[in-house]
């Protein structure tokens, strides 16, 4: 239920937003795994003055706030999410190129436009990324990457937003980038970044190899969130998730790959309920057998 010193809020964003503002949003079609409840309210952002604004009525009425890029890494709650969740479309979706092989990527611009850019102007750099299905923000937040190397090696400057509205910026050294997170905190938004290539030779081919490994490894075309487990720092969660005799086990309908062990699948009406469970399933195994903790590499958006 809307409490009413929020009432004045929402109707305010309404009259900003108009359609692009909703009540009881589905958000499992937004997200890989299909997986997750409605969001008490859900807003599509075009531009930077609307994002300000969205923020300053949440912040002032007490309204929780969550940013979505693609939904690629996330396991979403079953139930009602309380709050609003705001995903960045229009402008933010934009690549721009230009000199010194460097371009300008909106925060919820597809990783991939950097990779098509990258190889229609033979610059080395973004193979790291391809294959990778999220936005350059939800990439930023989680320093994607796979073992050739990361996002956050490419990028030069970050453009942020406090949850105060207020606009900053940070070059890739303030980032505190590390395997899979960075440090600016989980109240900030991405804008947008500054990315540089470097000129290269054969760029496509390396591409296409790299895309090529990813299709022999890991289920592709079925409903997954990603890896699951972080890497432990010598070893692979995969490799110890099969060997523990994992691959195939399941709850519900949430299966761990058959082919990567680190993906669980979707099978098809599977529910937040059942994926969580199935991790601390894997989780108490592979303690068990190897002595590991696995750390969970999906964000879990829950009340
Ligand atoms: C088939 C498949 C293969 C994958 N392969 C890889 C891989 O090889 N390497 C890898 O690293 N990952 C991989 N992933 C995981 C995922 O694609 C990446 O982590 C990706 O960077 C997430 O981006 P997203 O836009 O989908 O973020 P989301 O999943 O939507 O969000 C992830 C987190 O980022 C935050 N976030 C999103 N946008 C913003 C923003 N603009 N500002 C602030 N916070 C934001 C969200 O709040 C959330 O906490 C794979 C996923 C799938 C489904």
Known sequence: MIMASCIKGINALQGILSSRFHTSYPLAPLTSLKIGGMAEFFASIDNIGELQKVLNIAVNDGIRWRVLGKGTNLVIHDGLLKGIVVQLSGGFKKIRGYEDNRFYMGGGCPLSFLVKDAIKADLQGAEVISGIPGTLGGGIMMNAGTRLGSLGDLVEEVDILTKEGMMEKKKRQNMGFSYRGCQIGEDKIILGAEMRLKPGSDV?????????????????????????FCNPEVDSAGRLIDEAGLKGCRCGQIEVSRKHGNFFVNLGGGTASEFLRLMEIVQNKVYQVFGIDLKPEVRIWAN
Do not use: D, L, M, Y
Request: aromatic share 0%; net charge positive.
């Open 204 to 228: 496509r081919e390396t591409v296409k190899a790299a895309i090529k490994k990813r299709h022999s490894t890991q289920p592709q075309g079925q409903k997954t969130a990603g890896c699951v």
